[in-house]
């Protein structure tokens, strides 16, 4: 995994509301068809991070870059790299004025110039692929919880995207439909050549899918450590907090 | 001390010798006796510590421990407790913590063992200190922050109003990317949903100008100018004022609430991730179709405020039907009309702009969607009233 290039490099980044400094001095960097996890207790800026990283927050200090190109959002160049990200809200953030099939499809119309049989093909396929078929004409309000998850993760995928990012993925789902998304963002990485990068604490989901994870920690306000969560776990001489995280603090 | 120990003794004293049929009474009531052993301060809980029942003052208790030299441990025991729950965990948890404050190391092993292990993980984490402010609170420093804040709110008006010139060209030129389903639906719901209401409130308005009206005017045996009167007062005023005034109640507090509730379900963020513009793909289209319904739903206005004058003049005096409708054409110019039009066109803008304002700036929870709603309604009806008081002078200078 470590000898493809990186896609994604961020140098020194701070991440801060106002005066507040919420972590500092990030740097690491996703290599192609990476699977990286940001994890951390609650309230340490994984989701901060995220909106950084797809340009929702711009970073006071610090440089992210995708490929050779910086991000700086507003830019056009910003706007040219957003058209490869694929986006997956915590609530699934669905347009709740309009259907399920709108939803997925608008990105296809906005970007593409398809016929509307083509998106409607397309548009099927990708609900059918988060297991929603047959779900189009319904409104998000009328779905559970998790359906719109999934139906976030459709419209998420909708442009093929190469960089996909999900924000806590499996909070709130049971323990199967959980695992069976594992599973599907494994497929997407592996068919779409994806490189992911999740924000979760949930351990099964780090430890069944993280090629390595990040460790954000909200006392220290800085990334712990990089690596392999199961080597993090194994090996002694990584740091006490993260092994302590990831064993949900058994060895105490 | 001495005084104190002999109080509470005394009180277990009475307890214990008044009545005895009385001591299942007395049992059930909370107390802490106390006593010195050494550099220790035994205080000794009893009764019933249940929430709601009479407690002993804590402050009594820590002015008696205060007063007592050379004390180095708090020992907290309890042999005869009836019952318990959060209220003797509180007491006790309070007494620790003042003790901290004195000095005093605390021993808890007196205590039953849920109290002991409660107790101990309530201390575990220590409280948070840090309130995420670090700036001083003192006047200076608020009017600042104000000002401050003031400023930046302008700013972030300017810059919306930049970008909506820039995005309404954009659409005016065929550039503009939003979705013709989007803005018919938009259309149906300012427009033909909303002639209704607006049908309703301006005949009862031009009913009310005519009573007003014709009893006044009948003292002059001039009854057919009630025709002017109404005609005027609609066509000019108040047709495009109350149009404007349901419409700021009524869309512009849906815009900013639909908008606002968008911002909370991270929906607007996701357009943004996607590369649409929440201005263009949502601001736009209700801009435009509230500018162009206005003037619409203020022509309906005007008609039927003209025809509630007409009942009344009608039903209580002897105007007829033909004198009315006669009198509001030689009466009503062409202007009077264009000045109603124009001035609803522009009532139309500033509640579209207040409600999708608002709505885009919403907080991020539940409440700050009611606050969106609330202040998109306030904005807009001040800022109709305002434009509409600089119209007045403007067309009166113009001559129009």
């Not at chain 1, 068809?33 to 797809?54: A, F, P």
């Not at chain 1, 189009?136 to 779905?143: A, D, F, I, N, Q």
């Not at chain 2, 009611?370 to 119209?391: P, Y």
Request: glycine share 10%; with cysteine; aromatic share 8%.
């Amino acid at each position: 995994m470590s000898n493809q290039p990186a896609t994604i490099r961020v140098k020194n980044l701070t991440l801060a509301y106002g005066d507040y400094t919420v972590m500092r001095a990030l740097n690491f960097s996703v290599h192609k068809r990476e699977i990286k996890v940001i994890m951390g207790g609650s309230g340490c800026g994984k989701s901060t991070l995220l909106k950084h990283l797809v340009g929702l927050e711009r970073a006071k200090v610090g440089e992210i870059y995708y490929g050779d190109q910086r991000f700086e959002p507003g830019t056009s160049q910003a706007e040219g790299i957003r058209r490869r990200f694929g986006v997956s809200f915590q609530s699934g953030a669905l347009w709740s004025s309009m259907t399920l099939f709108e939803n997925v499809a608008l990105p296809l119309e906005h970007y593409t110039q398809l016929p509307a049989s083509e998106i409607r093909e397309l548009v099927e396929f990708k609900l059918s692929l988060v297991g929603l078929a047959g779900y189009g004409h319904r409104m998000p309000s009328e779905l559970s919880g998790g359906m719109q998850k999934r139906a976030g993760l459709a419209r998420a995928i909708a442009l093929d995207p190469n960089i996909l990012f999900f924000d806590e993925p499996s909070a709130g789902l049971d323990p199967l439909s959980s695992r069976r998304l594992d599973d599907l963002i494994l497929e997407l990485r592996d068919a779409l050549g994806a490189t992911i990068i999740i924000v979760t604490h949930e351990l099964a989901s780090i430890f069944a899918i993280a090629d390595s994870a990040l460790f954000l920690d909200v006392d220290s306000k800085t990334a712990l450590c990089d690596g392999n969560p199961h080597e993090l776990l194994d090996d002694p001489s990584s740091n006490a907090k993260v092994r302590r995280f990831l064993s949900r603090g058994d060895n105490d | 001390m001495h005084g104190s120990f002999a109080r509470y003794g005394k009180r277990r004293c009475e307890g214990l010798f008044s009545n005895m049929s009385d001591t299942q009474q007395k049992a059930k009531k909370a107390d802490w006796g106390t006593r010195r052993k050494g550099g220790n301060f035994v205080v000794h809980f009893s009764g019933v510590w249940i929430n709601g029942e009479p407690k002993p003052s804590a402050d009594t208790l820590r002015r008696d421990i205060e007063s007592e030299p050379e004390l180095e441990t708090l020992h907290l025991e309890a042999d005869h407790l009836t019952s318990w729950d959060s209220s003797l965990l509180v007491a006790v948890r309070q007494l620790c913590d003042w003790a901290d404050t004195q000095g005093l190391r605390t021993r808890l092993d007196g205590l039953p063992n849920g109290v002991q292990n409660l107790v101990a993980l309530s201390r575990a984490v220590p409280e948070n200190k840090q309130t995420g402010e670090d700036t001083p609170d003192d006047f200076l420093s608020n009017m600042g922050e104000r000002a401050l804040s003031g400023y930046r709110g302008l700013n972030g008006y300017f810059e919306f109003l930049g970008q909506l010139c820039i995005d309404l060209f954009a659409f005016l030129r065929g550039r503009g990317r939003l979705r013709g389903k989007d803005l018919l639906t938009l259309l149906q719901s300012t427009g033909a949903q909303a002639m209704p209401i607006v049908a309703l409130l301006s005949f009862l308005t031009g009913l009310i100008i005519a009573f007003i009206g014709v009893i006044q005017l009948q003292k002059f045996a001039a009854d057919i100018y009630v025709a002017d009167l109404v005609g005027l007062a609609v066509t000019r005023e108040l047709g495009a004022l109350m149009a404007g005034i349901i419409m700021a109640g009524r869309t512009g507090a849906a815009f900013a609430a639909q908008i606002g509730s968008m911002q909370v379900n991270e929906e607007i963020d996701s357009l943004a991730t996607f590369g649409i513009s929440p201005m263009q793909f949502l601001v736009v289209p209700r801009v435009v179709a509230l500018v162009l319904m206005m003037p619409l739903l203020c022509g309906c206005a005007n008609f039927l405020g003209i025809v509630g004058g007409m009942v009344v003049a009608v039903a209580i005096s002897d105007v007829t039907v033909l004198q009315y409708c006669n009198q509001i054409q030689v009466a009503v110019g062409l202007n009077d009309l264009a000045v109603g039009f124009f001035k609803s066109g522009i009532f139309g803008l500033i509640i579209a702009l207040a409600g999708c304002y608002r709505g885009l700036n919403c907080g991020r929870d539940a409440s700050s969607v009611g606050l969106a709603a609330t202040s998109a309604v306030v904005t807009s009806i001040t800022w109709i009233v305002i434009a509409d008081a600089i119209f007045a002078v403007m067309f009166q200078i113009l001559g129009i």
